[in-house]
């Protein structure tokens, strides 16, 4: 298999991991996940493993993947899952075996039509499920925005398990950024936020398909897009994830050509929902130009966010946003390794622990320069995973991330990522590193351990040879 078959195989062990019990534990659901991790770390070896799949495994892939989203029948009030898929699967087959431009466009709407059908058909217009506290936070604020009164005002019966380990609904205040009611408000005022939540869906297949044209890889990449099963979840329960992916997803394709469009899409990100911040690390690391765009959009997005901190209160804001997510007790019915061990009578994994796990994560996923985009994009997508795995709680919509992650590695795959002289990790950081290492080659059978001992130019950038 190729790295960019290995992704593939990545991206549907792990859709059918989270559609599986649909976010929540199950045995398989999680070896699934682990599957999805492990397939994922493969593909970061350029070297191809095992034998070379047939040519039929281009149709077959984007089928099975979407065949997971049959799990949603037994989610949703009405199963029309089955004759969806159906059409999905007869739109791949039309577009992988005409390959004309006529018949793109009409894979496209008829996969189209079978995503908008599966939400037509379970969507109640302008109201949704009381347990759906997510659909009434965003309803609420947006509302709250056109009045004129403060988004951060009104309360939605929230459940949460609180101290000492007793669900419980509280009433809680909006617990997103302020720039999800300001752009949520015109929606409102047609009677429901997710039409917003349709069309970053939309935003976001675009960036992928554009990323995909410039790497080449935009027949594969297309099956992808049309067969990508958790978009209709997605939008049903009104998800902020898929919004803060669309604006992430448009930066990272933009943010070398179109400096101010990726700038704004990266303010929108930054100030929608915290949980963004994961996907930013491997690119902030290595790429200067990167690094420099995340800076000046989270200062922007501070000066956004700024006038409703003081209008709600400092102290109420950061509890609104942060606060309530640090204080509430893990959710042990969610899709983590904790969830698990406590199934099987297990105690959780301290915060140490934890953080432990995450810090090694991030190291293996840091320690070699991304080449590609697909490198960069699989490496981003394992260090999320892994810290949803190890997390407080982790549903349908926290893995929704390493998915867009992998579709964009897909789509990436062998285009390179930036000039090799504008890709460089912090020189603080390589001075810390060095350091560390240098310590560690000191230690007795330090020789024995890969990577303690580290040539004398190891992390700077080549120098040109001189004629």
Not at 230 to 243: A, K, P, Q
Request: proline share 7%; hydrophobic share 55%; aromatic share 10%.
């Amino acid at each position: 298999m190729t790295q960019s078959d290995r992704r593939y195989v990545s991206l549907v062990f792990l859709s059918l991991g989270v559609l599986q019990q649909f976010g929540n534990l199950s045995t398989t659901a999680l070896a699934c996940v682990l599957l999805s991790l492990v397939f994922g770390i493969l593909s970061l070896s350029p070297e191809p493993a095992g034998r070379q799949l047939p040519r039929f495994a281009a149709i077959v892939l984007p089928v099975a993947l979407a065949a997971t989203s049959l799990f949603a029948n037994s989610v949703f009030p009405r199963p029309v899952f089955s004759w969806t898929f159906a059409v999905i699967a007869v739109a791949v087959v039309i577009h992988m075996r005409l390959k004309t431009r006529a018949a793109t466009i009409a894979a496209f709407v008829m996969s189209g039509a079978a995503a908008a059908g599966g939400v037509i058909a379970n969507i109640t217009w302008g109201s949704a499920d009381r347990r759906d506290d997510v659909f009434h936070f965003q309803q609420s604020a947006a509302q709250a925005l056109l009045h004129g009164q403060n988004p951060y005002s009104p309360l939605v019966p929230s459940q949460n398990v609180l101290p000492p380990g007793v669900v419980k609904v509280i009433p809680l205040h909006f617990p997103y950024g302020p720039v999800l009611p300001v752009l949520e408000a015109p929606f409102r005022l047609l009677g429901d936020i997710r039409v917003l939540h349709a069309l970053a869906a939309i935003v976001l297949s675009a960036a992928v398909l554009l990323l995909a044209r410039r790497a080449g890889t935009f027949d594969r990449t297309a099956c992808v897009v049309m067969a990508f099963p958790l978009t209709v979840g997605m939008i049903l329960f009104s998800w902020v994830d898929v919004i803060t992916m669309a604006a992430l997803a448009t930066w990272f394709v933009s943010f070398r050509t179109h400096p101010r469009v990726a700038t704004a899409a990266l303010v929108v990100a930054l100030a929608a929902k915290p949980t963004t911040l994961i996907a930013l690390v491997p690119i902030f690391f290595w790429s200067v130009r990167a690094r420099r765009q995340v800076v000046i959009g989270a200062g922007l997005a501070a000066l956004f966010v700024l006038p409703f901190a003081l209008v709600t209160g400092l102290s109420q804001f950061y509890y609104n946003v942060l606060g309530v997510q640090l204080t509430v007790l893990p959710r042990l019915d969610s899709l983590t390794v904790n969830s698990y061990l406590h199934a099987i009578g297990l105690p959780i994994l301290p915060f140490a622990v934890s953080a432990v796990v995450i810090g090694a994560a991030a190291v293996m996923c840091l320690r070699h320069r991304p080449a590609t985009y697909g490198d960069l994009f699989t490496t981003t997508a394992i260090l999320a995973t892994v810290s949803f795995l190890v997390a407080k709680w982790a549903y349908f919509n926290y893995y929704y991330i390493p998915a867009v992650l992998l579709m964009l590695a897909i789509a990436g795959d062998r285009l390179p990522l930036d000039a090799p002289e504008l890709i460089r990790p912090p020189a603080l950081l390589l001075s810390a590193i060095d350091g560390l290492r240098a310590v560690a080659g000191r230690l007795p059978g330090a020789r024995r351990l890969p990577g303690a001992v580290l040539p004398a130019q190891h992390g700077r950038e080549p120098q040109p040879e001189r004629g």
